[in-house]
């Protein structure tokens, strides 16, 4: 299976951040979007969100396909933005229901995050960094067919960048 990317450039105001640009990578895959603060890395995954109808504002122009019979084949999609939001009132083994899993699989499945500490607190309560490793488990965990982090590993702790 491949998955067939093109966009048109991506403008803020006046200003150009990505200039248009088309790529396929086999999947499944993995892809490193890599440049200095401020280059678009994050206007770029939220476009590629925004092509799949995850925004309320869909792009002008570009395609995302999934498939190699060129036809489009709506892929899944998990995201977890640089500053993911969880639902503050409810409590991490309630936010991963709503995700479709458990929290005993996320933590079994990925013990390098360390969730078992979150056990029993509110998503509210979570410090950033154990807030973007609970997200980033909970987007892992839906083995969608496109799956962005942008900045995963921006605000955890040594222990889990290592694990």
Not at 118 to 146: E, I, K, M, N, P
């Amino acid at each position: 299976m491949t998955l067939h990317f093109s966009h048109p450039a991506i403008r803020r105001g006046r200003r150009t951040v990505l200039e248009a640009a088309a790529f396929s990578l086999p999947c499944p895959a993995a892809l490193g979007v890599v440049g200095i603060n401020g280059s678009g890395k994050s206007s770029l995954f939220m476009h590629i969100a925004g092509m799949l109808g995850t925004f309320a504002r869909r792009p002008a122009g570009g395609a995302l396909r999934l498939g190699d019979d060129g036809a489009d084949a709506g892929p899944s999609l998990a995201i977890v933005p640089q500053e993911p939001a969880l639902p503050s009132w409810l409590h991490v083994e309630r936010v991963a229901l709503l995700y479709g899993t458990t929290f005993d699989q996320l933590d079994a499945a990925m013990p390098s995050l360390f969730l078992q500490e979150l056990r029993g607190r509110r998503a509210g309560a979570l410090s950033t960094g154990q807030r973007q490793a609970f997200a980033v488990a909970l987007a892992l965990s839906r083995g969608a067919a496109l799956t962005i982090l942008d900045e995963p590993f921006a605000a955890l702790d040594f222990r889990r960048r290592i694990g």
